[in-house]
């Protein structure tokens, strides 16, 4: 049987080896922490493709200028000395185009196309996770913002979205009773949901583990053994695992792997921040959208998670209090009575971030049997099975599905 070995235990990891121990293959996955302390772990859990778009767009160039001044903005770079970073805003100014984004927006939907029929997959087969189908609703304080953005979603009808429903004054309220009459309109999008995403890692790990892959956490990738062309076999402190294939789904920390094999991958740390409560005074029932804000909110089995902020500072966890303070405030404009319950956690975690905001998914060049399933921003949650459906497809030497052109690793 062909040994697969996984470095990286966060949802794209995880599900990658869920889809390929169903192929058949002996697969090992080795995470540097333990599964879901990146990115995964405190994020809002949507799964939307609707909102799937490309980070950087036309006109966003602007917007982060006059964000860069405001210590509480959604966006904060940190100016550092390094060439590698300034290159990379190089090059994402240079996707800020119309053209570039749309050409995003197509790939991005169509490796969306599967994403709903494979979480419910998920769920037939006994993986046990929280997962809620009430819609995402996107609240506005400007009627001329909502009109804008739901002229964005109607195209994204073409792709299969189911339409968004136009909703102000009472048919508003009557759905989210919540929201505060400050909201001048809000866009329903009825097909969305969202999970906790620490219970599908937890419930991938426990399935994975059923189907007799061994996930092995705190156990750092030293390097790797070749063969010419052909890795070998990966080197921890616990020794060489031999290896047919490798598939390197470590989030941001994918570039340094990359590195050791001889490839450069520019991924850059976009740290997010949430605060996870227990239930606030103005209870909701759907994940929210607060649009001026770019503060989200999901409603959880007995709490609430707020989240929001973009901040490129590198690798590090370090806590802005007052950047978790602005994004804990931001509800009180769009919902009455707003009041933070209990903390029960503050987390921020780097999502990882390519130029021209799509994906890694595929061959790393000049290496056989190495395939790349990182830079998912922050749409990992959602792409994740479909991303493994990919790499499943590539392991076995078959043709995916999904075109893959958009998401090739040496498109830089």
């Given at each position: ?18 889809a ?5 293959m002996?697969v ?26 490309p980070?950087?767009g036309?006109?966003?160039?602007l ?9 509480e ?8 000395l ?7 805003l190089?090059?994402?100014r ?14 991005l939907?169509?490796?969306?196309r599967?994403?709903?029929?494979l ?8 993986v046990?996770f ?17 009109r804008?953005e739901a ?5 994204m ?11 102000e004054s009472?048919p ?6 919540a929201?505060?009459p400050?909201?001048?309109a ?7 949901r ?6 599908l ?29 052909v ?21 941001v920390w994918?570039?340094r ?9 520019p991924?850059?740390a976009g740290?997010?921040?949430?605060v ?6 103005s ?11 770019h503060?989200?909110l999901?409603?959880f ?12 500072s590198?690798i590090?966890?370090?806590v ?8 804990k ?9 707003w ?6 956690e ?5 999502r ?11 061959p ?29 497809a590539?392991?076995?030497?078959e043709?995916?599905q ?11």
């Open positions: 049987m062909s040994r697969v070995v996984i470095v990286g235990a966060g949802a794209v990891g995880l599900c990658c080896a869920y390929l121990r169903r192929r058949g002996d090992l996955v080795i995470d540097r922490a333990v599964p879901g302390s990146g990115a995964s772990h405190g994020n809002g859990g949507w799964i939307c493709p609707t909102l799937s778009d980070l950087p036309p006109g966003i160039t917007a982060s200028l006059h964000w860069l001044l405001q210590p903005s959604p966006l904060y770079i940190r100016p550092r390094d060439p590698a970073f300034w290159h990379w190089w090059r994402f240079r996707q800020c185009n119309e053209q570039a984004y749309q050409q995003g927006l197509v790939a939907a169509d490796l969306n599967a994403t709903m029929s979480f419910d997959a998920l769920a037939q087969d006994r046990a929280e997962m809620h189908c009430q819609g995402l609703l996107c609240l506005y304080l400007s009627r001329e913002l909502a804008a002229r964005h979603m109607t195209e009808e073409r792709f299969g979205c189911p339409p968004a429903q136009w909703l009472g508003l309220r009557a759905e989210e009773p929201v505060s400050a909201v001048a809000g866009l329903l999008l009825p097909g969305e969202h999970v906790r995403p620490e219970s890692l937890i419930g991938l790990q426990t399935r994975l583990q059923e189907m007799g892959v061994e996930v092995r956490t705190r156990e750092p990738v030293l390097g790797f053994e070749r063969a010419g062309s890795v070998t076999g990966v080197r921890t402190p616990r020794g060489v695992e031999p290896a047919n294939q490798v598939v390197l789904a470590a989030g994918t570039a792997l990359t590195a050791q094999l001889g490839h450069s991958v991924l850059e740290k997010g921040y949430s996870t409560m227990a239930d606030p005074a209870p909701i029932r759907r994940p929210l959208s607060l649009s001026e804000a503060v989200g999901s409603p089995n007995g709490a609430v998670r707020v989240l929001g902020t973009m901040e490129l590198g590090n966890h370090r802005r209090t007052r950047r978790l303070a602005a994004i405030r931001a509800p009180a404009a769009y919902l009455r009575e009041r933070p319950g209990p903390t029960r503050e987390w921020c975690g780097p990882p971030v390519t130029p021209d905001g799509l994906p890694l998914i595929g790393l060049p000049g290496v056989d049997n190495v395939v790349i399933a990182a830079g998912h921003a922050m749409l990992g949650i959602t792409l994740a099975p479909a991303t493994a459906e990919a790499v499943s590539l392991v076995m030497g043709r995916p999904t075109t893959l052109t958009p998401f090739r690793v040496d498109r830089f």
